[in-house]
Every structure is written in structure tokens, then in C-alpha cells.
């Protein structure tokens, strides 16, 4: 019995430290054509409330997450929305290439009328 009364607090404690763990989801985002990077691209963690834009240079860090797989949403108006499934342990930065998107609109048709001024 001695040994249980000491095993369990310890045991507790290994747990407790495994569950508070935090980690950070980072990368790059980055056009798939060009490489270059999308500047203020919005990468969410869905289900989580928190995020980052990327940076001038498609950097972007999300931190203080508890150890886990997440669904990260990306997001651009210039660009595909995209979602990715992360593991967030100690991983390396990711790269993520987003592709352009091209929006068809309507014809739009400007008319107009001249209005003459009558002398009186």
C-alpha cells in the first residue's frame, strides 16, 4: 500500500503535465504558381476562436495550443479557400500553397443622357 500512496500522485502529475502541454502551428503561405508569398491571408483553427494573419512575407505563427490535430482554415479573397488537418506537436513550419481564384461577373452596361440647358 505504501508504494500506491506514492505512485499516484505521481502518476497524476505526468498526466496533468501531458494535458497542459502547448504548442504552436506555423508556416508559410505561398501562391502555388509563383511561389510568392500571400500577404494577409486569414489562418483560423476551426472550433478553437484564435488565429493569424500572415505576415509581409506569408509568415504566420499560431500559439499556445493545447497538443492535438486541428482543422486550420485559410482563407483570401485573391485566392481558393483551403483546409488543412494539422497535427500540432513540435512540428516543423508548414508551406501552404493556396491557387488563384478568378471570378466570372456579369456584363455591366453604362448608359447615359445628356441634358441640354435651355436659354431663356
Not at 8 to 25: E, M
Not at 36 to 56: C, F, K, L, S, Y
Not at 59 to 83: C, M, Q, W
Not at 96 to 109: A, D, G, M, R, W
Amino acid at each position: 500500500m505504501p508504494h500506491s500512496r506514492i505512485l499516484l500522485p505521481i502518476l497524476c502529475l505526468l498526466i496533468t503535465s501531458t494535458a497542459l502541454r502547448a504548442t504552436n502551428i506555423s508556416g508559410r503561405v505561398i501562391d502555388a504558381t509563383s511561389g510568392e508569398p500571400v500577404i494577409n491571408a486569414n489562418v483560423i483553427v476551426e472550433r478553437m476562436n484564435t488565429g493569424a494573419a500572415t505576415d509581409i512575407d506569408g509568415n504566420f505563427a499560431i500559439t499556445n495550443l493545447p497538443v492535438g490535430t486541428y482543422t486550420i482554415f485559410i482563407s483570401h479573397i485573391a485566392y481558393e479557400d483551403k483546409r488543412l488537418s494539422v497535427k500540432a506537436e513540435h512540428n516543423d513550419p508548414l508551406i501552404i500553397k493556396l491557387s488563384e481564384t478568378f471570378f466570372q461577373l456579369n456584363e455591366v452596361v453604362v448608359t447615359g443622357t445628356r441634358t441640354e440647358k435651355i436659354h431663356q
